[in-house]
């Protein structure tokens, strides 16, 4: 475990009791640091709790909130629902994956910065198109505001 901190790790855990009936809020705690579960993470998480590691990974793969892939900095969701659809987030979609040298088969750019997904909808159809960067919805997107959006980004990173 090289890269991983386990003194957040366990902080986490101790903040939680390393209760096994707390694993979520374990998991998530875990999530939100490094943006994703890292395998190490939910090894030494599963030894710490007394739960098997197979358990853990269900948990993990169960609920659609967790992530056990790398993301970027900055998760970006396109919403592609059908008030976003019928407004273009196509376009825009496309103007995000030329901007971060992304594309639907790789979601993560190169620097690591960006993680572009695709969402079925994100509620906010009276603001469509809409993109969400990590917690913020950016409204009535179009491809130029999309590629700015990314360069603003970049600068603050």
Do not use: W
């Not at 196509?90 to 030329?98: E, W």
């Amino acid at each position: 475990m090289e890269n991983m901190d386990l003194r957040f790790i366990d902080s986490v855990l101790e903040k939680h009791d390393s209760d096994k009936s707390k694993i979520i809020a374990i998991m998530q705690d875990v999530q939100e640091q490094y943006r994703y579960l890292p395998q190490e993470a939910l090894e030494y998480i599963a030894e710490k709790v007394g739960m098997s590691e197979s358990k853990l990974y269900g948990v993990a793969t169960f609920y659609g909130n967790f992530s056990l892939d790398a993301k970027g900095k900055y998760v970006m969701k396109v919403c592609r629902g059908t008030a976003c659809h019928v407004r273009k987030s196509s376009n825009v979609l496309q103007a995000l994956y030329d901007a971060t040298g992304t594309s639907e088969q790789k979601p993560n750019s190169d620097d690591g910065l960006f993680t572009l997904e695709i969402v079925s909808c994100l509620g906010a159809c009276g603001l469509s198109p809409v993109v969400m960067v990590n917690d913020t919805v950016h409204a009535a997107m179009t491809p130029e505001k999309a590629r700015a959006l990314v360069e603003q980004l970049k600068e603050e990173a």
